[in-house]
Each structure stands twice: as C-alpha cells, then as structure tokens.
C-alpha cells in the first residue's frame, strides 16, 4: 500500500511536495475510510482513498504524472531511450531547471516497508537510494550517487543487500547511467527486490495523455481473454443502469483479411434485443465507466493503487460516488487505494470523505505548484465543505477576471 509520494523539481513543482495517505486521528468514518496496514507503523492507520481538487492549471494532473513517470521508468528501465518514454521534465519557471527531477515514494508490502528514492534527467540517473524496515529498523540496501566530474558513479551496499561482492559488481557494471539499479538488478535475478519493483511496476495511472500511461490491464483485454473477468464486466455494466442487458464479443475477418474483434451491446426491446456497436454507438459516460472497470476490478483484486486524473469525466455524478465507495469500504479486503482529481464539488461530502482525505493544489506566487489537505484549515465535521470551497475558504479555485468582447 502507498503511504507517501513526495516530488521536487518537476513540472509544476518546484520544491519538494507530498501526498500522504497516513490518516489523522480522527476516529470520523475509521472503519470504512482507513485501514490499520501492519505494526511497522505503531498504531497509525492508512487512508483508503485521496480526492485532489484545484483551479485549471494549478498541477493536480502533474501529481499524477510524476507517479507515472516513476512507475514508468521502473517498468521500462532497460529499454532505450525514446519520445514516447515519459520526460523527465524539471519546473522551468525559477532557477533550477537545470537541476534533476526527484521523487521519493514510502509503501509497505506484506508488512515491510520500503523508502525509494530518485533523482534524475532525462539521460542520467544523478542518485537511487532504497531503505528498507524489516524489522521496524532500517536498513541501507543500496544507494549510487553520480559524479559529473569523473562521469562514474559511488555505490553502497549494505551488509543486508541480497547477493555478495561478486554479485553487487556484476549488478552495477551492468546498470546503465540512464537505467534504474533496481530495475537492472531484478532482470539479473534480484530477488530480494522484486516484490518491491512488481509493486512499482503494477501501479495503474488513468486518463493520462502524452505521458506513458498506457497500461496492459484494460477492461477490453480482460473482456477478451478471461471468462471471469468477462461475466464480471458484464453484469457491472448491466448494474450500472446503462440499459445494456448483456456484451458480446463478436469475431469476424475485415476486407482487408484481418481478423478483428468487436464489443456488441445488447439492449432489451419491446420485441426482443438491439445490439448496437459499443465503441461507435454507445455514449462517452457509457464508455468511460466500462474502460474504468477493468482497472477498477484489477486494483481491488490485488490490492494496488490506483491513479485517475479527472475520474468524473462524463459520469454522473452518482455514477463517480458508487465508484469511489468500492474503494471506501470494509469489503475491500486487499485494502486497494485510489488517488484522483476532480473539478465534482458534489463529492466534498462529510458521509463520503474524512478531511484528511481531500487535498488541494494550488499555484504559489511563483508559479509552482503547493499541495496542501483540507486538514490544514481545521473545519468542523459538519462543515459545508462544498460551499466554503466555493467560497475560497480553502484555497485552490481559479481567479477569474473581466472580459470584454
């Protein structure tokens, strides 16, 4: 599970930003909202869900894309460099645009956790360090630190780190200066590191574009190649209230000789069924639920995060509440997490959202992005969260000035 995910230097952000999902003590929704992750953390407990709210422009989606690019890079280390490899993009509007990016990510996998950091540029990796709490304590597994000057690297190992001296030379001669040692060292059979790169690997960030964000577990390809999965996207859709009755994936050869599938869905009529052509001939709403779906069961089957810029986008507002409330419940026992923006003030509901989960991002006076949670401003519990945003009590709406056409 994710406890923290902090930024500096990237896009948006110039200093270092955090997003925790550590939860207050505030015992409001404690059952439904949070749960307890495991004894490393002494008591405290973990937050379920995150909602991240802000004007146009104010660096919500670029939360979400530094997540993706860190993910990203890990899953594809070890290819080479291409356009289509999410940038490593530092804030451009101080002095530090020259500097690396960073990102420093806190999770825990059965009952261990682990503190990754990284900083880099779009050709070198300048610093990769990870501490690891086995046993409440910490441990230095590893850490390469870059050195312009002789264009080489100092690397530590801890008497803890898998493998012995051998074993550590092959792993770093064999890391590139643009590869991450963790990825390179899971490919050469690293195994003391690969429950901590799967999990990175596996994060799914949503609604992204031109970043990278293409991911394997699609609702389409879980609806094509998995029988499960397929009566299960199916009777969501069917509860949904889209009228669809039933999918079906029908095969057939193109004129061109291809063999090609399509989506059909059935809806009942008066005389019987009308199929109509799901990726045509069904609504945007209708589409977008069904491309959540996918994710949404993988993310709840195993127990992963999951990232979704602009989750409301042509759903109903009731639609995006039953959503999240898959997330914010007792029966989501792998204890999966979401993390999405939103302009859908609807869902600053106290029976929704504990304080501590709703944040904000909001651009300071130099233009970089700051992230702050509802918390900071202490409401009450019964507080129309909606109308103080609105407001701008809370900060995060945009300034809007006259126009004149």
């Not at 289509?84 to 009952?111: H, Q, R, W």
């Not at 643009?178 to 050469?188: Q, R």
């Not at 193109?254 to 799901?278: C, M, P, Q, V, Y």
Request: net charge neutral.
């Amino acid at each position: 599970m994710l406890i923290e995910f902090s930024v500096t230097n990237f896009r948006s952000f110039a200093g270092k930003q955090t997003l925790s999902l550590v939860a207050s003590k505030d015992t409001t929704l404690q059952d439904y909202n949070t749960f307890e992750p495991c004894k490393g953390l002494k008591g405290a407990r973990v937050l379920r869900s995150a909602v991240l709210y802000g004007a146009n422009a104010s660096g919500k989606s670029n939360l979400l894309k530094a997540m993706n690019t860190l993910s990203y890079w890990v899953r594809h280390s070890l290819w080479p460099r291409k356009m289509f490899f999410p940038t490593m993009a530092p804030f451009k509007l101080g002095d530090s645009d020259e500097a690396p990016c960073e990102f420093e990510i806190v999770v825990f996998i059965d009952n261990v956790r682990y503190h990754y950091g990284l900083s880099a540029k779009q050709d070198c990796i300048y610093r990769e360090w990870l501490v690891c709490y086995p046993d409440s304590r910490p441990q230095r597994w590893f850490e390469r630190e870059y050195r312009p000057d002789t264009d080489s690297y100092d690397w530590w190992f801890g008497p803890k780190f898998a493998g012995g001296r051998s074993q550590h030379q092959v792993w770093r001669d064999s890391t590139r200066k643009d590869a991450l040692f963790l990825t390179t060292s899971v490919s050469l059979n690293c195994e003391q590191l690969r429950k901590f790169y799967n999990w990175l690997s596996y994060l799914r960030v949503l609604g992204l574009s031109g970043t990278g964000s293409t991911h394997d577990m699609t609702s389409e390809g879980m609806f094509q190649t998995d029988k499960e999965e397929y009566a299960v996207l199916t009777d969501f859709v069917r509860k949904a209230d889209l009228g669809i009755d039933r999918l079906e994936l029908k095969k057939y050869e193109s004129e061109e000789g291809l063999r090609e599938e399509t989506i059909l869905a059935w809806h009942k009529t008066d005389n019987g069924e009308k199929a109509f052509d799901f990726s045509d001939e069904e609504s945007d709403g209708t589409r977008q639920l069904f491309r959540l779906a996918g994710p949404w069961r993988y993310s709840l089957k195993y127990g992963l995060p999951l990232f979704i810029d602009e989750l409301d986008r042509s759903l109903h507002p009731m639609l995006t509440r039953f959503l999240i409330e898959f997330f914010n419940s007792p029966q989501n026992t792998k204890n999966a997490q979401l993390i999405f923006t939103t302009h859908n003030t609807s869902l600053l509901a106290p029976d929704l959202f504990r304080r501590d989960q709703i944040w904000f991002a909001e651009k300071d006076k130099k233009r970089a992005t700051q992230l702050y949670s509802l918390l900071d401003y202490s409401p009450r519990k019964d507080e129309a969260w909606e109308r103080g945003y609105l407001t701008g009590r809370y900060g995060a709406i945009p300034v809007i000035g006259q126009w004149k056409w």
